[in-house]
């Protein structure tokens, strides 16, 4: 006997795995972000610390032949524009974070995706088992029915 809901058992199935398959390209996910966030500070602090190299190895230089007009205002010039790069690493190590956050809000949506879906199906899977009870208890009622009748005919026969 056919459960008359299958078919929905089966799409129900087949839901809970594309569910369980998004989940794990979201752990994924979130682990591919999470790695991503120290590179970037790493690249933020050696930025900075090149920077701080540069100006100093500049200012050095500076200091060591004799100062002509307007090489001050020059170093203050490539010191401002050194520094002006440093927001863009800040930037790069802030939407890392950022898309570390996005990740794992994705995931925590697809757990409870998940968790739906594995809910939706159990209560398939008894709805089945009590369908497929009252289909017994219904077959050997219908059997004793039968077989009353068969008596009955066999004991109408007899007389």
Do not use: C
Request: proline share 1%; no cysteine; glycine share 0%.
């Amino acid at each position: 006997m056919k459960y008359v809901l299958s078919d929905l058992v089966r799409v129900r199935v087949l839901r809970r795995d594309r569910v369980e398959r998004e989940l794990i390209k979201a752990k994924d996910r979130v682990a591919e972000t999470e790695k991503l966030v120290p590179v970037r500070e790493k690249e933020l602090a050696d930025y900075e610390k090149w920077v701080d190299e540069e100006i100093n190895l500049q200012y050095n230089k500076l200091l060591k032949q004799a100062v002509r007009k307007g090489a001050v205002d020059e170093l203050a010039v490539n010191i401002r524009s050194l520094r002006a790069k440093t927001p863009e690493y800040v930037k790069r190590v802030q939407e890392a974070k950022a898309d570390v956050e996005k990740a794992k809000k994705e995931l925590e949506e697809k757990k409870a995706e998940m968790e739906q879906a594995h809910r939706d199906l159990e209560k398939l899977y008894a709805h089945r088992e009590e369908w497929m009870a009252e289909q017994r208890k219904l077959e050997e009622f219908n059997s004793d029915k039968e077989l009353e009748e068969a008596v009955r005919q066999k004991h109408q026969s007899d007389v």
